[in-house]
């Protein structure tokens, strides 16, 4: 409360340690150390602070306001500890993500996604370009209204079939192009597994091969 922070013996004045935070994270740690001193709440934070070195080091910073005899919070004491790597790790993954994501959105091919429930959750611009219609009239199983009426029991079916057996499948069925026109469609779907190894949910992509048939 006035202005210090506690490490064992040492007092750190906030104002010096301010200087040391990231130029974003100022203002955001002021305002949680603030709000942890006037609602009397644990301190859970992360924040980057300037190395010796230059670097800047991410902190996962936690801390306990401790009290006096009238109630108000006297001291603030906690860890912190580095989290630079884990936080890295985060970002390349991201960077992972919006590139294959990127890749899969303007792939030629027409490229789906279901989660654990067999209900479709994605399609690529690919496939939305194709049928002419919005993301939301194919979600779920929208997406079978643009399959040909003799076909569609066969399409879903097989796939929910496959689904349940968690097994890689190839179908084909005529799919309304957004002109009006169906054209034969080759369809192949795969299970994929989430970073914890759990079952996902379907990928699949689809070519036309109506020339072919």
């Known amino acids: 409360p006035e202005g210090h922070i506690n490490e064992g013996d040492l007092f750190l004045s906030f104002a ?95 490229v789906w996604r279901s989660g654990t429930d067999s209900r479709c959750d994605w399609f690529n611009v690919t496939w939305l370009e194709f049928t002419g219609r919005r993301l939301e009239q194919e979600l779920g199983n929208g997406w079978a209204e643009g399959v040909h009426p003799e076909d569609v029991e066969h399409c879903v079916s097989h796939y929910l079939e496959k689904f349940g057996r968690r097994e890689p499948f190839r179908t084909e069925y005529r799919l309304r192009r957004h002109d009006g026109v169906h054209r034969w469609i080759a369809d192949f779907g795969v299970p994929f597994r989430d970073l914890a190894g759990e079952f996902a949910g379907y990928v699949g992509y689809c070519y036309d091969i109506t020339e072919h048939k």
């Open 16 to 110: 010096t340690f301010r200087e040391q935070l990231h130029p974003e994270d100022r203002e955001p740690v002021e305002q949680a150390l603030q709000r942890t001193i006037a609602t009397v709440t644990p301190l859970d934070l992360e924040c980057r602070v300037r190395m010796a070195d230059g670097n800047w080091c991410w902190l996962a910073v936690r801390g306990k306001p401790l009290t006096g005899p009238d109630g108000r919070v006297t001291r603030v004491i906690g860890v912190s500890h580095d989290i630079t790597e884990r936080k890295q790790h985060a970002a390349e993954l991201t960077r992972a993500r919006d590139f294959y994501l990127n890749l899969l959105e303007h792939a030629p091919a027409l």
